[in-house]
């Protein structure tokens, strides 16, 4: 079993609806964790990072943990065609090493 | 511009010929890493640096290797490639380990390595 689970989509969703990422995780150890954005042909960029549950906002980004869930979340509000990309979770051990999600494809349609 | 650099970007050979990747970052960083990124399977670690001449093995090393000379270095070495190495390799690189939770890492634009 995969110490972290995300759906590889595609998720195909119209532009400006509210988009929800996730991933579930199986070690309860893991402390930060990180959503990162890769577009094609790219490496992937942070997005946000948190370290307690609850929610996180920059912009139209939300990030939520609900640790005792084992459980994160990202939120898009009003998307935008530029948001189509792979969205990938992480999540750091206690020796700061991460662990990846295998990333979920986002495409808004115009 | 701050970024690290990949060459190539792409690259087909054949199984049993060595190659390296080189991998060069300009923000004075002292961590990086090299994964490999596989359709379903995400990202996986091959090797990281945590400073000059200071590697270690990451979740799936076999089949690769690396050196740390310089700091700005990071080159991946393939001594025999065969057909389970065809990927997409990134090089990252961070502030420190430490440096990887609030900074997160900065990635190379991915090397496509095909081998037939």
């Known amino acids: 079993q995969k110490e972290v689970e995300q759906d590889p989509g595609p998720l195909s969703v119209p532009e400006g609806a509210i988009v929800s990422l996730n991933c579930t995780y199986s070690n309860s150890a893991f402390q930060y964790f990180m959503w990162y954005r890769q577009y094609s042909r790219k490496g992937p960029e942070l997005l946000m990072y948190t370290y307690s549950s609850g929610n996180k906002e920059d912009g139209r980004f939300t990030a939520q943990v609900d640790k005792s869930s084992k459980y994160i979340s990202l939120f898009i509000r009003d998307s935008q065609p530029s948001d189509s990309a792979t969205y990938l979770c992480a999540m750091t051990r206690s020796n700061y090493q991460l662990i990846w999600g295998a990333g979920t494809k986002l495409i808004i349609k115009p | 511009e701050a970024q690290v650099t990949q060459n190539p970007r792409y690259l087909i050979t054949v199984t049993g010929k060595k190659l390296t990747v080189t991998c060069s970052q300009n923000?004075?960083?002292?961590?990086m890493s090299w994964y490999r990124q596989d359709p379903g399977l995400g990202l996986r670690q091959i090797y990281y640096s945590m400073n000059v001449e200071v590697t270690d093995k990451g979740d799936v090393p076999e089949g690769y290797k690396v050196s740390r000379k310089e700091k700005r270095n990071f080159p991946l070495i393939l001594e025999s490639p065969s057909p389970n190495q065809t990927s997409l390799y990134f090089c990252?690189?961070?502030?420190?380990?430490?440096?990887?939770?609030?900074?997160?890492?900065?990635f190379g634009s991915g090397t496509r390595l095909t081998v037939v």
């Open positions: 990252a690189s961070s502030t420190t380990i430490q440096g990887l939770r609030d900074y997160g890492y900065t």
């Open positions: 923000m004075n960083h002292e961590y």
